[in-house]
Antibody, heavy 122, light 110 residues
Framework: QVQLQESGPGLVKPSETLSLTCSVSGGPLRSSYFYWGWVRQPPGRGLEWIGSVFHSGYSYTNPALRSRVTVSGDTSKNQFSLRLISVTAADTAIYYC??????????????WGQGILVTVSS | QSALAQPASVSGSPGQSVTISCTGTTNDIGGNSYVSWSQHHPHKAPRLVIYDVDKRPSGVSDRFSGSKSGNTASLTISGLQPEDAADYYCTSSTISNTVLFGTGTALTVL
């Protein structure tokens, strides 16, 4: 059973960069079947997909966030990361990392981390 | 891209059945068979309960079932149990190979 755990700062200042890491255990990041992705949930609101990356580096990103988001993987550490630049209060959310089956027939998130609350505030 | 539309809340008594709808467009739900549903309890990791419209992952009770008609997908939970109380989100692939979530539905077990 694969397990995921988010880590990173819980407080980021406006205009700065949000950086989170997801550590994967119980399965290799270098999987031929899965992507690794990020989903967020602002307080009191619904889920928003941010982006997902394959071990090769190929990624899919939410068009609404594309200009500010980078999702990348490090197979040597079995981790993947999220980088979101120029944050504002609207980026305050619980951030989840999750394993994604990919576009089309793999469109499901079958393993999730517990989530990490990131607050954007000065 | 707008979120898929779900009712804000549904409720049912123990033992009853409830159905949660998820409505999209021909660019997402109506254009593929890749709808999934996840269960979210506070302070717990979310759990996948249905994928590919009507398939259950290993370990998920057969009280959970999924279906789709046109642009609308549905999740039915039969024989409601107190532990089913949670938020439920649908997810769909889109023609642009992106992911859309539903607006979320809070299930109350009375």
């Amino acid at each position: 059973q694969v397990q995921l755990q988010e880590s990173g700062p819980g407080l980021v200042k406006p205009s700065e960069t949000l950086s989170l890491t997801c550590s994967v255990s119980g399965g290799p990041l270098r999987s031929s079947y899965f992507y690794w992705g990020w989903v967020r949930q602002p307080p009191g609101r619904g889920l928003e997909w941010i982006g997902s990356v394959f071990h090769s580096g190929y990624s899919y990103t939410n068009p609404a966030l594309r200009s500010r988001v980078t999702v990348s993987g490090d197979t040597s550490k079995n981790q993947f990361s999220l980088r979101l630049i120029s944050v504002t209060a609207a980026d305050t959310a619980i951030y989840y990392c999750a394993r994604w089956g990919g576009p089309g027939s793999g469109n499901y998130f079958d393993s999730w981390g517990q989530g990490i609350l990131v607050t954007v505030s000065s | 891209q707008s979120a898929l539309a779900q009712p804000a809340s549904v409720s049912g008594s123990p033992g009853q059945s409830v159905t949660i709808s998820c409505t999209g467009t021909t660019n997402d739900i109506g254009g593929n068979s890749y709808v999934s549903w996840s269960q979210h309890h506070p302070h717990k990791a979310p759990r996948l309960v249905i994928y590919d419209v009507d398939k259950r992952p290993s370990g998920v009770s057969d009280r959970f079932s999924g279906s789709k008609s046109g642009n609308t997908a549905s999740l039915t939970i039969s024989g409601l149990q107190p532990e089913d109380a949670a938020d439920y989100y649908c997810t769909s692939s889109t023609i642009s190979n992106t992911v859309l979530f539903g607006t979320g539905t809070a299930l109350t077990v009375l």
